[in-house]
């Protein structure tokens, strides 16, 4: 069925109603995301839902998963007028947490959630396990791409040591890791998609933490 069929409207209002009727029936995060979600809360760090999805749906869902009303925030498909791939809803959700969007990371599985990240100049990070339908991750232009859950985790804490490691006057001192990432010496902070170890894999297949055609200043290292 098309949209152009005389029918369409009235099957998909039947379609979404039953959807809204058993939103929370069978509904489960993927593996991972709950032991990501609890790392993120005991360190500390805030995040935040923003999706497309209507309110009538996103937000019974982000109350009703345990392991999602930690969120700091949920902005939802019609929370404002623009919807990704348009960085508004991005920059909202940053806006509500008090964090600058160049200190945000942003997870997603699909090609609007990459050129959203950009456009509000987030880090865009690709969700190799997420609903990919077959698509060709490698064109999309991530500036990491990660397995699991558990790679955000290690993504962050590579951010955070390399950070130290900038401000510290000690040439080489705080970063035992033993691997770079972006050397702009930004927070941790992190504000974006339910998404916890050992590295992401950049566009090239290579398993790095950065592009350095988009951060320059990078020295990917190999893992």
Known sequence: ????????????????????????????????????????????????????KPARFAEPIARGLNELRDA?????????????????????????????????LYVGDDLRDIQAAHAAGMVGMAALW????????????????????????????????HAAAQRTVAAGAGCGAGHSTRSDGTSDSTGGRCGAGDGGRSRGGAASFCRPSRYPNCRPRLF
């Open 130 to 161: 997420g609903y990919l339908g077959g698509a060709d991750v490698d064109t999309w232009g991530a500036d990491v791409q990660v397995h699991q859950p558990a790679h955000v985790l290690t993504w962050l804490a590579v951010r955070r040591c």
């Open 1 to 52: 069925m098309q949209p152009d069929d005389a029918d369409y409207v009235a099957y998909r209002d039947e379609f979404l109603d039953i959807y809204a009727q058993r939103l929370l029936q069978l509904t489960l995060p993927f593996g991972g995301i709950a032991d990501m979600l609890h790392a993120l809360r005991l360190q500390g760090l805030l995040w935040g839902i923003v999706t497309n």
């Open 72 to 104: 700091a925030v949920v902005i939802s498909g019609d929370t404002l007028p623009q919807a990704k791939p348009h960085p508004a809803p991005l920059l909202e959700a940053a806006r509500r947490m008090a964090v600058a969007p160049q200190h945000c």
